[in-house]
């Protein structure tokens, strides 16, 4: 049973660069979240997909955009990147009517931006 | 709002010894409270959670956590740690189910 995978694994960019990353989420999971973790702290939350649409969002710019494909996998773009988004970017998957906050998360996507 | 404050950073502690982890949180309404665990570059894995009914939770490799609301702490223990347990461990608690607020983290460096 495939867990969560997400693409790339690491990659660098410069500022003012777009980005994308990828997340499938764990098999029969239908709802993908995606957290960024800066270094030394906690992953907080940037935005839910469920049903090919955003359904939360947190705390950030519109600069973080996403989709959800009909698969349940999920992109997460970043436009005009900024040092400060250098993170480890993270994926989780769950079950839209599952235990509450049981997620299962990617190893991530190690964003550099220089 | 809702808000974690894990109170360490860094525990340090020998093999076979007991640890607590300490987490508190901030929220005007119910939550539902959590403890993750990431192991070098990993992603972060559930180690229990609480949602309703007995304050004292369960979760897997041994840890248990004591949900105390007129503290509003939600401490995690382990009555004797393993080399294996090093990791960063993550308090978060969620309102609305899957969107988690999750505390800086505690580094915990088991000793042999």
């Known amino acids: 049973d495939a867990g969560v995978t997400q693409s790339p694994t690491h990659l660098i960019k410069t500022r003012g660069q777009q980005v994308t990353l990828r997340c499938s989420p764990k098999?029969?999971?239908?709802?993908v979240s995606w957290y960024q973790q800066a270094l030394g702290q906690g992953p907080q939350f940037i935005f839910q997909?469920?049903?090919?649409?955003?359904?939360q969002r947190g705390n950030f710019p519109d600069r973080f955009s996403g989709h959800q494909f009909p698969n349940y996998s999920s992109e997460l773009n970043v436009n005009a990147l900024l040092l400060g988004d250098s993170a480890l970017y993270l994926c989780?998957?769950?079950?839209?009517?599952?235990?509450?906050?049981?997620?299962?998360f990617g190893e991530g996507s190690r964003l550099t931006v220089l | 709002a809702q808000s974690v404050t894990q109170l360490d950073s860094q525990v340090p502690v020998f093999e076979e010894a007991p640890v607590e982890l300490r987490c508190n949180y901030s929220?005007?309404?119910?939550?539902?409270l959590f403890w993750y665990v990431q192991y070098p570059n990993q992603g972060l894995q559930l180690l229990l959670k609480?949602?309703?009914?007995?304050?004292l939770v369960k979760g897997i490799n041994g840890f248990e956590a004591e949900f105390n609301k007129s503290q509003t702490s939600f401490h995690l223990r382990k009555p004797s740690v393993h080399i294996s347990d090093t990791a960063e461990y993550f308090c978060?608690?969620?309102?609305?189910?899957?969107?988690?607020?999750f505390g800086a983290g505690t580094i915990l460096r088991v000793k042999s």
């Open positions: 989780a998957s769950s079950l839209a009517f599952a235990v509450p906050g049981e997620l299962f």
């Open positions: 098999s029969g999971h239908d709802t």
């Open positions: 997909y469920y049903e090919e649409e955003e359904r």
């Open positions: 929220s005007s309404v119910s939550v539902y």
């Open positions: 609480y949602l309703s009914g007995s304050t």
């Open positions: 978060a608690v969620s309102v609305t189910g899957n969107k988690l607020v």
